[in-house]
């Protein structure tokens, strides 16, 4: 009998020992009993037997597990048990080619309901509950190891991994990437891609393999310009070749300075440019002193009334967003009247530019010149050691020194400037015609300019003409051979040729100035040299007399009588200057500036002229005053310039003043007088003397 609580009891006879109960039969569930023999099933599934075993009725398998329901009859036991799920056939490993459509199955035993669960390495794939798994479209991604998990209610089994493999042609998940970058910067492009091992890789710049490029990333250390260009990758495999897109290199060059700013000398209150020339640069910012100018960031730095505390070093900085480089230093010098120059100018000493009045007074401190000349509104001297220094109107860097001039020679057309360096002919200025872009000349020995016009003369007497033509300048007539000196004016141009007379050409010659008078054309003419105003000629002959032709109206043309043994001469728009062996100048003509009223006292060693001005180079040197007895032991000896302008304090330690009582003795036994120098409020150098009871004294001074 089977209680509720899982126990039973047994009763009757008992010859085989079916009464006698083993402990094991506990927690049952079923009872049943044969001839001989009785058994139980525990609520764990297993099955206890005792009694009569003499066949074997007692003895359960060991497979007789998860039993349901069991019963016996005679001699022997019947079972009815679940049975755990068990894998008769594994999935298979498979390789396929993308695109293609794969099914994992499993053949399993066991008592029903068997359940299924399909894994990718390792992680159950949602819906799949069948005995078999299907992918459609198989791609690279779904590479993987695939498994199944069998289940029932008495256990669970887990198949084989069955490995799917996807082959395919490279597929580009992440391009290389156009770039711009600086000269000297490492560049890396970078290729990501996906498809059936083993990739290859081959990069290309502009179509053509690059060698030993065949990584999924090329580097390029250091570029420079020659590394821009078109890259890209083709990968391949087994299955395919992938082209990539192309990606665009670019190498920003750094700038490059192709004129770099000049240093300058100024006059206070003048204008003054700096000009910077550059390529590949976009940014600009000038530097005054290793400090930035607000505002300053164009090629040009104009810098309006300099005064001495814009002095000192300017640089432009040139950048383009990676490098940024520094032009050369220029420097700015800034004179102010109390410095003695060695050129005088008269006439026009102010000009109006761009809103802005512009001095035209020579620079102070200029010293040492031996040729000056003049343009429309600027001014040049050429120094002893070859240097050029311009003043006034720079606006087209006219009046700027052109780099690296150590000339001979110097000319000024209204905007350009001309020099002969080494032989060679340079320029610099407005070239709106060319005026400023010379031929190629050697052996200059001499030039000139006016307006937009630009002539040179070649040492073997061959003349060269250039720039605005327009009126045949640059048709030079069948005589104009053997030149040994060269002018030109507004529309006309001349030429001395080394047989003394005069060749002259050019339209329409409204004034007669191309047409020059039989007195400098004849065989006997001998002329030396030539000048040519505006629209009037001059000519100096070897006699020093002085022939003038053209336009007349001014006066320019009427010749003084003092203009006799001129060494040298020079012609304004509408003024003529002569100076005199003597160093006295002689200007006549048009005055409305008073370019023709020469200042007195004014000693010189060379002239130039401008529109409406007049320029002297200065004949530097010192004269005695007459001494002063300040006792009958002392004399006071004063000294000026030679042409009566006081001595700058600078000046004054170069002065010598020599004592004798014998003029006859030479200048080396003359005793030099020490004691007492000074230099006077008023600019005189004073010299004490205190000679013997000497019956008289003589003195002399030197020094430059």
């Given at each position: 009998a089977l209680l509720n609580n899982n126990t039973f009891s047994v009763w009757g006879y008992n010859p085989t020992h079916r009464l006698d109960v083993p402990a094991a039969a506990n927690n049952v569930v079923v009872l049943f009993s044969g001839a001989n023999h009785s058994g139980a099933v525990r609520t764990d599934g297993k099955v206890v037997c005792w009694g009569d075993n003499t066949v074997g009725q007692t003895n359960v398998p060991a497979t007789v597990v998860n039993v349901l329901l069991a019963t016996s009859h005679s001699d022997h036991t019947l079972a009815i048990y679940l049975q755990p799920p068990s894998i008769t056939t594994q999935p298979v490993t498979q390789s396929v080619s993308a695109g293609a459509?794969?099914?994992?199955?499993?053949?399993?035993?066991?008592?029903?309901?068997?359940?299924?669960?399909?894994?990718?390495?390792?992680?159950?794939?949602?819906?799949?509950?069948?005995?078999?798994?299907?992918?459609?479209?198989?791609?690279?991604?779904?590479?993987?190891?695939?498994?199944?998990?069998?289940?029932?209610?008495?256990?669970?089994?887990?198949?084989?991994?069955?490995?799917?493999?996807?082959?395919?042609?490279?597929?580009?998940?992440?391009?290389?990437?156009?770039?711009?970058?600086?000269?000297?910067?490492?560049?890396?492009?970078?290729?990501?891609?996906?498809?059936?091992?083993?990739?290859?890789?081959?990069?290309?710049?502009?179509?053509?393999?690059?060698?030993?490029?065949?990584?999924?990333?090329?580097?390029?250390?250091?570029?420079?310009?020659?590394?821009?260009?078109?890259?890209?990758?083709?990968?391949?495999?087994?299955?395919?070749?992938?082209?990539?897109?192309?990606?665009?290199?670019?190498?920003?060059?750094?700038?490059?300075?192709?004129?770099?700013?000049?240093?300058?000398?100024?006059?206070?209150?003048?204008?003054?440019?700096?000009?910077?020339?550059?390529?590949?640069?976009?940014?600009?910012?000038?530097?005054?002193?290793?400090?930035?100018?607000?505002?300053?960031?164009?090629?040009?730095?104009?810098?309006?009334?300099?005064?001495?505390?814009?002095?000192?070093?300017?640089?432009?900085?040139?950048?383009?967003?990676?490098?940024?480089i520094a032009s050369s230093p220029a420097t700015l010098a800034v004179l102010t009247p109390s410095t003695a120059s060695d050129v005088v100018l008269w006439g026009q000493d102010s000009v109006l530019v761009g809103g802005d009045f512009i001095e035209m007074s020579p620079p102070p401190g200029l010293v040492g010149v031996k040729a000056v000349t003049a343009g429309e509104?600027?001014?040049?001297?050429?120094?002893?050691?070859?240097?050029?220094?311009?003043?006034?109107?720079?606006?087209?860097?006219?009046?700027?020194?052109?780099?690296?001039?150590?000339?001979?020679?110097?000319?000024?057309?209204?905007?350009?400037?001309?020099?002969?360096?080494?032989?060679?002919?340079?320029?610099?200025?407005?070239?709106?015609?060319?005026?400023?872009?010379?031929?190629?000349?050697?052996?200059?020995?001499?030039?000139?300019?006016?307006?937009?016009?630009?002539?040179?003369?070649?040492?073997?007497?061959?003349?060269?003409?250039?720039?605005?033509?327009?009126?045949?300048?640059?048709?030079?007539?069948?005589?104009?051979?053997?030149?040994?000196?060269?002018?030109?004016?507004?529309?006309?141009?001349?030429?001395?040729?080394?047989?003394?007379?005069?060749?002259?050409?050019?339209?329409?010659?409204?004034?007669?100035?191309?047409?020059?008078?039989?007195?400098?054309?004849?065989?006997?003419?001998?002329?030396?040299?030539?000048?040519?105003?505006?629209?009037?000629?001059?000519?100096?002959?070897?006699?020093?007399?002085?022939?003038?032709?053209?336009?007349?109206?001014?006066?320019?043309?009427?010749?003084?009588p003092n203009a006799t043994n001129i060494i040298a001469i020079a012609a304004g728009s509408h003024h003529s200057l002569a100076l005199r062996r003597d160093g006295a100048v002689i200007s006549w003509g048009y005055d409305n500036f008073g370019q023709s009223e020469t200042p007195v006292d004014l000693v010189a060693s060379g002239v130039g002229a401008g529109a409406s001005r007049s320029l002297a180079i200065r004949k530097m040197g010192f004269r005695l005053l007459n001494p002063i007895f300040l006792s009958p032991t002392q004399i006071r000896i004063e000294v000026r310039n030679a042409d009566g302008t006081l001595v700058p304090s600078s000046s004054a330690t170069n002065i010598e003043v020599l004592a004798s009582a014998d003029a006859t003795l030479p200048k080396a036994n003359w005793t030099k007088l020490t004691n007492s120098v000074s230099v006077s409020t008023n600019g005189i150098s004073t010299f004490t003397d205190n000679p013997t009871t000497q019956p008289r004294r003589f003195y002399n001074v030197r020094g430059q």
């Open positions: 459509n794969v099914t994992f199955t499993v053949v399993a035993a066991g008592s029903p309901t068997l359940q299924y669960q399909w894994r990718k390495n390792g992680t159950n794939i949602v819906g799949a509950f069948n005995s078999s798994f299907q992918v459609n479209n198989v791609q690279p991604t779904n590479s993987g190891g695939y498994s199944v998990v069998v289940t029932n209610g008495v256990g669970s089994v887990t198949s084989l991994v069955a490995t799917l493999t996807v082959s395919s042609a490279p597929s580009i998940n992440t391009q290389p990437q156009s770039q711009t970058v600086g000269f000297g910067t490492n560049v890396t492009f970078t290729v990501e891609a996906v498809g059936t091992a083993t990739l290859r890789y081959q990069w290309k710049k502009n179509t053509t393999n690059i060698l030993n490029a065949t990584n999924a990333t090329y580097q390029i250390a250091s570029t420079d310009p020659s590394h821009a260009g078109i890259y890209s990758v083709t990968i391949t495999n087994l299955f395919g070749t992938t082209p990539s897109s192309n990606a665009v290199l670019t190498v920003v060059s750094p700038p490059n300075v192709q004129e770099q700013p000049q240093s300058q000398t100024a006059l206070a209150g003048s204008s003054v440019t700096f000009t910077v020339l550059s390529t590949n640069a976009t940014t600009i910012q000038w530097q005054h002193s290793n400090t930035n100018l607000p505002g300053a960031t164009s090629p040009m730095l104009t810098i309006n009334r300099a005064q001495p505390a814009d002095a000192g070093t300017y640089v432009a900085l040139l950048g383009n967003g990676f490098t940024t509104n600027f001014n040049l001297a050429l120094r002893n050691d070859g240097s050029v220094v311009g003043w006034g109107d720079n606006q087209y860097g006219q009046a700027g020194l052109s780099p690296n001039v150590v000339a001979t020679l110097i000319a000024a057309g209204a905007n350009h400037t001309l020099a002969v360096t080494n032989g060679r002919v340079g320029a610099w200025g407005l070239n709106t015609s060319g005026q400023a872009t010379p031929p190629n000349v050697t052996n200059a020995v001499a030039i000139a300019a006016a307006m937009n016009l630009s002539m040179a003369l070649r040492g073997d007497g061959k003349v060269f003409v250039w720039g605005d033509t327009n009126a045949g300048q640059g048709i030079l007539p069948s005589s104009v051979t053997n030149v040994m000196g060269i002018a030109a004016g507004v529309e006309h141009c001349l030429a001395v040729r080394s047989n003394g007379t005069v060749v002259a050409w050019g339209t329409p010659n409204t004034y007669g100035q191309a047409r020059p008078p039989f007195a400098v054309t004849n065989v006997s003419a001998g002329v030396a040299a030539v000048a040519a105003g505006a629209f009037h000629s001059l000519a100096l002959k070897s006699n020093g007399t002085v022939v003038a032709w053209g336009r007349g109206d001014f006066g320019q043309t009427n010749v003084p």
